[in-house]
């Protein structure tokens, strides 16, 4: 794994960041936050939060998966 791959794994992304690639709206993510079924958001300090790269990449990647799951059994 290459030094960039390791650093945009550990990177944090704000918000708005995580709604453009996501396609998801704010309220949504919280209801997915909530629900567990997306990545918690991390603690930047004071009301800032963000959401760690990689952990991102993969829930998009398990909805690439379950879309890919679904084709194939119909």
Do not use: C
Not at 13 to 19: G, K
Not at 38 to 47: I, N, T
Not at 56 to 71: P, V
């Amino acid at each position: 794994m290459s030094v960039n791959e390791v650093h945009s794994k550990l990177a944090i992304e704000r918000l708005r960041s995580v709604m453009q690639r996501t396609g998801l709206g704010r309220s949504r993510i919280y209801e997915l936050m909530d629900a567990g079924e997306f990545p918690s958001s991390v603690p930047l300090g004071g009301r800032s939060k963000g959401w760690v790269s990689g952990e991102i990449d993969s829930w998009i990647r398990g909805r690439i998966a379950e879309r890919d799951k679904e084709l194939a059994a119909a």
